[in-house]
C-alpha cells in the first residue's frame, strides 16, 4: 500500500468513529470573543486609488513597509500592517485604538459582508452543526445583532439574565453593532502598488484589523461569572480566546496586567473546583511582546491545551530569546525545529498537550497519560477533514458535506518531512502511523488536505483546534 493510499484509509476509519463520539461529549464551554466580523476582498485598485488620492499617507506607507506597527491608531497604521501580512502571506490581526480610524475604513474601505466574528462567536457557529449535545458560548454585549449571527442549531446557548441556558436568538438584550473586526481577505499571487515597489502575495490568506473598546479590556460579563459555576457538572470542555484584543496601556492608567490577572485566577478558580473540566487556549496573532509573554507565564500554566501556527510559535520563541530555533522553524525544511520549539515550550509551561496547525500539518505533542496516540490522531484527521470540506463549500455542513473533505487530495510534500522527521525519532513506522514516543510524551503529526481554491479560510485553525481538543 502506498503512504498516500495508507493516509486516505486512517482518515476514513477517523471520521467513522470521530462523528458517533462527538455525541457522548457532554458539552463544550467557548469564551471569551463574539463579535461581528466585515468581510473585505483586498481590491488594489481601491488602495492604490487611495494612496493616489493622499501623497503624505503614501509616503509613509511605502517608507514603513517591511515595518509593523504594535496596534493601530492611524490609516497609515492599517495599510502597512495589511501590506505586511500580505508580502508574506501571513495571516496576521492587530487591534484599532483610536474611533477616527474606525471611521476611515468604514468611509473609505467599508466591508463587503457582515457576519459573526470573534474565535469564540466563530467556534460557537463552526460546533453547532456536529453533533455535540450542548454549546455555551460567551457573547458581551449580545444585543440583536449580535445575536442574529449565531446558527439556529438547537444546541447553542448563551446564559441568559437570569442565569438560564438559552438560545442566543431568544436571550439579546438592546440593539447595535458596538464593535467591527474587518477581514481583509487576498488571493495568492494578488499584486498591490505601494510607491515604488509592488508587493506580492505569496499565497491566499488575511489580515484582520479589529475594533471592539467594549471587550477591549476583556473583563468578563458578571452575570456570566456568577451564574457559570453551577452550569459547570452539563460541560466537559473549555476552549479559551480572544486575549489579542487586550491593549498594552489604557488612558485610565491602566495596564494589560491589570485584567489578564483576573481572568486567569478566575481559570483557575473554575480548574480547581471542577477537576473533571479540561482547558485548551486558543493562540492568536498578537502583536504586543509583553501581552504574548504574560499569557506565557499566566495563561498557559493554568491550561491543559495550546492551540497555535507557526507565526505565534515563533513570536514566543522570539519573546524567549531563541531567535535561531524561530529562524529554523520559519526555513520550513525541517520539522525537527518545530518538534523541539514544542517541547521547550511544553517543559517550560507544564502544557499536557500542545497542537501546531499550519498549511499542509498538524502536530501535536501531548502527554502519554493525557491522551493516546490513536485518540490524538484520530482527532487530528478529523479536524483536517472538517477543514476541508469548510474550506470547499464555505461552511460546516451536513454528515454527508463533512465526508467530501475526504476527496481534498494529500499534502505529499509533508511525506519526506515526515520521513526525516522518523529518523530523527529513530521511529521505522512513523510514516505510516504519525505516532511516535519520546520522553513521557507521545507525538503524531498527521499530512493535512490542502484545498486549491477555499472558499473560506477566516477561523480555520480555530475550527482545527478546538475540534482536535475535543475529541482528542
Known amino acids: 500500500m502506498s503512504i498516500q493510499a495508507n493516509w486516505q484509509k486512517l482518515y476514513e476509519a477517523a471520521l467513522d468513529k470521530s462523528l ?14 463574539s463579535t461581528i466580523d466585515g468581510l473585505k476582498r483586498v481590491v488594489p485598485e481601491e488602495i492604490e486609488k487611495i494612496l493616489s488620492q493622499d501623497p503624505a499617507l503614501a509616503e509613509e506607507v511605502s517608507r514603513r513597509l ?19 501580512s500580505l508580502q508574506r502571506g501571513k495571516a496576521l490581526q492587530l487591534m484599532i485604538r483610536e474611533e477616527s480610524v474606525y471611521q476611515w475604513v468604514m468611509e473609505h474601505l467599508g466591508y463587503d459582508q457582515i457576519r459573526m466574528g470573534g474565535t469564540s462567536g466563530n467556534m460557537a457557529n463552526f460546533m453547532a452543526p456536529l453533533p455535540l449535545p450542548r454549546i455555551l458560548v460567551y457573547s458581551n454585549p ?55 515597489q509592488v508587493l506580492e502575495s505569496p499565497r491566499a490568506n488575511r489580515f484582520i484589523a479589529a475594533w471592539n473598546p467594549i471587550n477591549n479590556k476583556l473583563q468578563i460579563e458578571s452575570n456570566f461569572q456568577k451564574c457559570l459555576p ?15 484584543i487586550l491593549s498594552e496601556t489604557y488612558p485610565d492608567g491602566t495596564t494589560w496586567l491589570d485584567y489578564l490577572r483576573p481572568v486567569a485566577r478566575f481559570l483557575r478558580e473554575l480548574k480547581k473546583d471542577h477537576s473533571h473540566l479540561r482547558f485548551h487556549y486558543e493562540f492568536a496573532s498578537i502583536a504586543s511582546a509583553a501581552i504574548r509573554k504574560g499569557i506565557v507565564d499566566y495563561i498557559l500554566p493554568t ?53 501546531l496547525h499550519d ?34 463549500i464555505g461552511r460546516v455542513g451536513t454528515p454527508d458535506e463533512i465526508r467530501q473533505g475526504l476527496d481534498v487530495p494529500l499534502a505529499e510534500q509533508l511525506f519526506p518531512l515526515m520521513a526525516e522527521l ?3 525519532l529513530e521511529e521505522e513506522e512513523f510514516t505510516k502511523t504519525g505516532i511516535a514516543t519520546k520522553n513521557g510524551r507521545r507525538i503524531i503529526l498527521v499530512p493535512t488536505k490542502i484545498v486549491a481554491k477555499p472558499v473560506l479560510t477566516v477561523g480555520l485553525g480555530d475550527l482545527i483546534s478546538s475540534s482536535s481538543f475535543i475529541l482528542g
Open 66 to 84: 517591511g515595518s509593523l506597527p504594535a496596534e493601530i491608531r492611524t490609516p497609515a497604521d492599517l495599510l502597512v500592517g495589511l501590506a505586511s
Open 303 to 355: 491550561v491543559d491545551s495550546l492551540g497555535l501556527n507557526e507565526v505565534e510559535l515563533c513570536a514566543i520563541l522570539r519573546d524567549r530569546g531563541e531567535d535561531e530555533l524561530a529562524h529554523n522553524v520559519e526555513n520550513r525544511t525541517s520539522l525537527v525545529a518545530v518538534l523541539r520549539a514544542l517541547e521547550r515550550l511544553a517543559d517550560s509551561t507544564g502544557l499536557r498537550r500542545i497542537q
Open 422 to 424: 522518523a529518523q530523527e
Open 20 to 33: 458517533p463520539a462527538l455525541e457522548t461529549i457532554p458539552g463544550v464551554i467557548l469564551g471569551f470573543h
Open 230 to 244: 453551577r452550569l459547570l457538572p452539563s460541560f466537559s470542555h473549555f476552549v479559551v480566546s480572544g486575549f489579542h
Open 142 to 196: 449580545l444585543t440583536r445583532e449580535q445575536a442574529e449571527l449565531f446558527v439556529d442549531n438547537q444546541n447553542l446557548y448563551v446564559i441568559n439574565q437570569e442565569g438560564e441556558l438559552q438560545h442566543p436568538h431568544q436571550a439579546w438584550q438592546g440593539e447595535g453593532i458596538y464593535a467591527i473586526h474587518w477581514i481583509f481577505e487576498y488571493p495568492k499571487g494578488l499584486k498591490l502598488k505601494v510607491g515604488d
Open 359 to 392: 498549511l499542509g500539518y498538524y502536530l501535536t505533542l501531548v502527554d502519554a497519560d493525557y491522551a493516546s496516540g490513536e485518540e490524538t490522531r484520530d482527532a487530528m484527521l478529523f479536524a483536517g477533514t472538517l477543514a476541508a470540506s469548510r474550506s470547499t
